[in-house]
T-cell receptor, first 116, second 116 residues
Framework: ETGVTQTPRHLVMGMTNKKSLKCEQH?????MYWYKQSAKKPLELMFV???????ENNSVPSRFSPECPNSSHLFLHLHTLQPEDSALYLC???????????????FGPGTRLTVT | AQSVTQPDIHITVSEGASLELRCNYS??????LFWYVQSPGQGLQLLLK??????LVQGIKGFEAEFKRSQSSFNLRKPSVHWSDAAEYFC??????????????FGAGTRLAVHP
């Protein structure tokens, strides 16, 4: 595997279900991100982990729970979601620190989530 | 506050025609600028980036972009469009944060259709 991978690619879940999205990066980066992409809305940053520590929680409802067990893996645990949570969830990774300044983010293919 | 505006929601061009997608940004310091492309059902792929130096940057797939500080613009261009270029294009500005990660602010995107 290369780049950033996400599983599953598609997920349909009921409002009472519990599921998890998985992201893995093979780029040696030390920061990982979750974004939500809804129809007709700009990409929304949800969570950021830098050096395995959560550094951003962008006012996301508690029914979304991230987990970053190491610098290569990122999870998004979902429970009691609402239909308006249906969206494409994108994971990204980047390098941080090191004195260069800014580093670009690399994105995975996304998980298309439908909440019924 | 930082923001990115992509004035054109949809653009349609004929195959072989030239293309210019507009992007304007609002950012207090020297910006880090990006163009990403998203094909249907896929994640975001980095086309090109501007950090400093030459204001005309070359990217993948024959794309280029020009940074114009006086106009706060970073327009994307391609001299001859191919049918495979049909996709959604996102302009983004990056910012370093005190939280120790690299923040990306995206525009709403421009959807490109290519006629044969």
């Amino acid at each position: 595997e290369t780049g950033v991978t996400q599983t599953p690619r598609h997920l349909v879940m009921g409002m009472t279900n519990k599921k998890s999205l998985k992201c893995e990066q093979h780029l040696g980066h030390n920061a990982m991100y979750w974004y939500k992409q809804s129809a007709k809305k700009p990409l929304e940053l949800m969570f950021v982990y830098s050096l395995e520590e959560r550094v951003e929680n962008n006012s996301v409802p508690s029914r979304f729970s991230p987990e970053c067990p190491n610098s290569s893996h990122l999870f998004l645990h979902l429970h009691t979601l609402q239909p308006e949570d249906s969206a494409l969830y994108l994971c990204a990774s980047s390098q941080v620190g090191g004195g260069q300044g800014y580093y670009e983010q690399y994105f995975g293919p996304g998980t298309r989530l439908t909440v019924t | 506050a930082q923001s990115v505006t992509q004035p054109d929601i949809h653009i349609t061009v004929s195959e072989g025609a030239s293309l210019e997608l507009r992007c304007n940004y609002s950012y207090g310091a020297t910006p880090y600028l990006f163009w990403y492309v998203q094909s249907p059902g896929q994640g975001l792929q980095l086309l090109l980036k501007y950090f400093s130096g030459d204001t005309l940057v070359q990217g993948i797939k024959g794309f280029e972009a020009e940074f114009k500080r006086s106009q706060s613009s970073f327009n994307l261009r391609k001299p001859s469009v191919h049918w495979s270029d049909a996709a959604e294009y996102f302009c983004a500005v990056g910012a370093l944060t005190a939280g120790g990660y690299n923040k990306l602010i995206f525009g709403a995107g421009t959807r490109l259709a290519v006629h044969p």
